[in-house]
């Protein structure tokens, strides 16, 4: 059960868009259609923004979209705000013979 | 409206017991499956254990499993999780969080998430 790969940090102007990206491998991202994106602002609890790869849940903004291609997992930003600046992580199923789900370490997105 | 209310938490030395409550108001806690998430301070989130709606499945993640059980007592809409022999490596906040679909609904797998509790910090120290 290893944590899924994502970048530490990523940023951009508002406006603009990012990608924060999410690897894994055939046992869990690439393996499943069942990953989700977490926003976290700081002292509070997460947020779910995206659910099975691309599915966005109610009052979520359009902005923010999911997708994947074989073993990584992206998530998109469009039209960046200064709200979005926040920790994002992705997790994934990733069980076989068990239920189980990985997280992804977390990226900081900063809005410059 | 739906809370989910976490405690339980405290200081507690290495080896000892600690359970975890996570009080359910605002639904019927016996329709969802219910998560543990936990966060070290300043890290990442982990997948920690989840029950299904009735408590009849439970799975656990390999760094707690023999050591952690989830469970639940429906009819008291309370959720649960013992950790024993706790380690420095447990020291986390620990949120219960509740799937958006009830169970007749919902797909094992999915991990969407749409209420969770305020947290509950666990210390392991000497």
Same mark, same amino acid.
């Given at each position: 059960?290893? +944590? ?5 940090? &990523?940023?951009?102007?508002?406006? !603009? ?11 869990? &991202? ?13 002292? #509070?609890?997460? #947020? ?32 960046? !705000? ?11 199923? +990733? ?12 990226? #900081?997105?900063?809005?410059? | 409206?739906?809370q989910l209310v976490e405690s339980g938490g405290g200081?507690v030395?290495?080896?000892?017991s600690l359970r975890l409550s996570c009080a359910a108001s605002?639904?019927?806690l016996s329709?969802y499956?219910m998560h543990w998430v936990r966060? $070290? ?7 920690v254990a989840?029950t299904?709606?009735?408590g009849?499945?439970?799975?656990? $993640? ?6 952690f059980t989830i469970s639940r007592d429906n009819s008291k809409n309370t959720l649960y999780l013992q950790i024993n022999?706790?380690? $420095?490596?447990?020291?986390a906040v620990y949120y219960c969080a509740r ?16 209420y969770w509790g305020q947290g509950t910090l666990v210390?392991?120290?000497?």
């Amino acid at each position: 059960q290893s +944590a899924l790969t994502q970048p530490r940090s &990523v940023s951009g102007s508002p406006g !603009q868009s990012v990608t924060i990206s999410c690897t894994g491998t055939s046992s869990d &991202v690439g393996g499943y259609n069942y990953v989700s994106w977490y926003q976290q602002h700081p002292g #509070k609890a997460p #947020k779910v923004m995206i659910y099975d790869v691309n599915k966005r849940p109610s009052g979520v903004p359009d902005r923010f979209s999911g997708s994947k291609s074989g073993n990584t997992a992206s998530l998109t930003i469009s039209g960046l !705000q200064a709200e979005d600046e926040a920790d994002y992580y992705c997790c994934s199923y +990733a069980g076989s013979y068990t239920f189980h789900w990985v997280f992804g370490g977390g990226t #900081k997105l900063t809005v410059l | 409206q739906v809370q989910l209310v976490e405690s339980g938490g405290g200081v507690v030395q290495p080896g000892r017991s600690l359970r975890l409550s996570c009080a359910a108001s605002g639904f019927t806690l016996s329709s969802y499956v219910m998560h543990w998430v936990r966060q $070290a301070p300043g890290k990442g989130l982990e997948w920690v254990a989840v029950t299904s709606h009735d408590g009849s499945n439970k799975y656990y $993640a390999d760094s707690v499993k023999g050591r952690f059980t989830i469970s639940r007592d429906n009819s008291k809409n309370t959720l649960y999780l013992q950790i024993n022999s706790l380690r $420095a490596e447990d020291t986390a906040v620990y949120y219960c969080a509740r799937v958006s679909l009830p169970h007749y609904d919902y797909v094992w797998g999915s991990l969407d998430i749409d209420y969770w509790g305020q947290g509950t910090l666990v210390t392991v120290s000497s």
